[in-house]
């Protein structure tokens, strides 16, 4: 079984940044690529941004240039800089990963518990 952990959020001022890790542990085989996604109340769950483990990114229109998603393979961690954080992003924040934990299983998605982000002066 995989377990991810996430850690990072609070509180921070428009404008400000934050820096979220969400670190993988278990049986851990391999990682093929994380996730991070975000829920504000009332809101449906958003997607935020990807990552593969060769390095490859993606992002949504609304974060492009101002978040940034990386990887420490040897840590099996992943990260998610956020910089010039706006009023209308706080939400809780939650990362997934792809991964498989030996070669005979199916490779499968293991989401993290989530982590509050609050963007207020």
């Known amino acids: 079984q995989v377990q991810l952990v996430e850690s990072g959020g609070g509180l921070v001022q428009p404008g400000g940044s934050l820096r979220l890790s969400c670190a993988a542990s278990g049986s851990i085989f391999s990682i093929n690529r994380m996730g991070w996604y975000r829920q504000a109340p009332g809101k449906q769950r958003e997607w935020v941004a990807r990552?593969?483990?060769?390095?490859?990114?993606n992002y949504a229109d609304s974060v492009k240039g101002r978040f940034t998603v990386s990887r420490d393979n040897a840590k099996n961690t992943g990260y998610l800089q956020m910089n010039s954080l706006k009023p209308e992003e706080p939400a809780v924040y939650y990362c997934v990963a792809n991964a498989v934990a030996n070669r005979t299983v199916p490779w499968k998605d293991y989401w993290g518990q989530g982590t509050q982000v609050t963007v207020s002066s």
């Open positions: 990552i593969f483990w060769s390095g490859s990114t």
